[in-house]
């Protein structure tokens, strides 16, 4: 990932809901985005907790307590966000280079076995899910879908 300390890039803090288990692991996520003015922001990361939120989108955020806070969506890239748990961390590697073979943008998590795909609109879903599923009934991995940009 590129140095993200200089502008227009600014941080914008999104609410994360937990489940009974505790997932996500933390009640906000902070992603990167560029300013491009009116209180709109485009994102510049690929989120590993957020849902419905992809990369590139044009989003409102606004000020409260020191921080951009998110508000919405405002225009969809037509990015897709998907999610995966690597079960066997020695098969990260190839799991980031099967997405990113097939035109995905991928980034880790602080957990190890967690990886973000940034999917364009130009790739396909479906290729991408047949491959995730029969992965899921290897008990490889398991993934989720946590915005779909063109389903």
């Known amino acids: 990932m590129t140095d993200r300390i200089s502008a227009p890039h600014v941080k914008i803090m999104f609410s994360l809901e937990q489940d009974e288990d505790g997932y996500p692991p933390a009640t906000t996520e902070s992603l990167w985005a560029i300013d491009v003015g009116a209180g709109l922001y485009q ?17 409102s955020a606004k000020l409260e307590h020191g921080a951009l806070q998110y508000e919405e969506v405002v225009r969809p890239s037509g990015h897709s966000t998907l999610r995966v748990i690597v079960y066997d ?24 076995r967690l990886v973000a795909i940034a999917v364009p609109p130009s790739v396909a879903l479906e290729p991408l899910r047949q491959v995730l599923a029969v992965g899921r009934e290897q008990d490889r991995w398991d993934y989720e879908e946590a915005c779909l940009g063109n389903p």
Request: aromatic share 10%.
């Open 43 to 59: 994102i510049d990361n690929i989120p590993f907790f957020a849902t419905d939120i992809a990369l590139n989108d044009i989003v």
């Open 89 to 112: 961390a020695s098969e990260m590697p190839t799991v980031r280079a099967f997405f990113e073979q097939m035109g995905c943008s991928t980034e880790l998590s602080h957990l190890p």
